[in-house]
């Protein structure tokens, strides 16, 4: 019985394990906007609360809205070389530099006549609406056509605000404006907090819009980067990641010299990647210049009629262009290309010794596979 109990509890305990991290206790199966909350939190665009709630009910600030909307278009990894300033945020404030990448892809305008974001600020439908619209390409209306689309449908279509205008417009002919069904069918509510429902429909529309017809620097950035280099063969490549294999040999070079004969075992190294790492249709994996770091694993020194000489590295990190470091594990094992009356010579009287000079290359075996972003360089942890 005891051990029928444990088993029972072993179940239990791994099916909570397995639950869906989209699971809210207050969000329904049937909630209007379920599909869209799921989708989101399964891709870590929005978060529930500590309690495990999702509070869908809720405002949004405009913080949390810039760095969502950022996440949503896959573009957290993105670097913005000439921040704008805001009096009101400074780089130490928790979204500055989502608010930056926002300002950057034009989702947010920088009107030069307010030098405040109202980070705290509830952001309103018109605002999220305005960005998801920012994020496309979309073709030119004029005030009065949007005004004719809107006022066919909505009935506080004449208090939009002006400047909303062309964007409402914009979002109702791509069928981008949300209404939950609780809502008044035929308002726009253009100046109301939207809720955080609202938000996650509204951005999940905006992630299937931009996939087709993202706007001019989405475009650049969403675009899979190619370059020529070191071919890796055995990388696959699914839709915007590519991933190199575990057991691939790439070569790398070694920024310092090491020999079985002088070197100690433990001592680090550093290295570079000494020309890009490229997938077969040149999707660049790994720039050049990636810098690698490790450690001598293995190193014994050639002894006459004893043993040949030893030097084995392993590899633990990698940083990125990115200023990215993760692990990059693999071991390189340093070898002598050498005929055949060599080959039989150190085996018959053994003695060989090892080294490898400053800048020169060695062949480092990945021990686990290596997931990257083609679009950006980011790998995956």
Known sequence: MRNFIKAVLSVAVLCFSLAPAFAYPDVSDDYWAAPQIKTLS????????????FKPDANVTRAEFAAMAIRALGQQHT????????????????????????????????DSSDDLFRPEDSVSRAESLSVAVNALTTE???VQKAQEVLAKKYVDADTVPEWFLIPAGKAEILGMIVVAPAAQQSSLEATRPATRAEVAAILFNMMEQAKLNPNAKLAEAMRKKTGEGFVVEGATVQGSVGTI??????????NTYVSSQTSEGGALYTAIVPQNYVTREKFILIREGAVLKGQL???????????NGVLVLKNALITTENDQTVPFVGTAEIKKDRNWWMKFVRWAFKGEQLEVQAEGTVNLKLLQPVKVDLTNGWIFE
């Open 140 to 142: 030119t209306i004029s």
């Open 79 to 110: 670097k913005v070389a000439q921040p704008v300033s805001f009096s009101d945020i400074d780089e130490n404030y928790w979204a500055y530099q989502d608010i930056q990448k926002a300002v950057y892809f034009d989702l947010i305008s920088n």
């Open 42 to 53: 399964e891709q870590g665009v929005i978060v529930g609360y500590p309690d495990g709630t």
């Open 297 to 307: 694993l293995d190193v014994r020194p050639g002894k006459y009629f004893v043993r």
């Open 245 to 254: 294999p575990a057991g691939t040999v790439v070569p790398v070079k070694l």
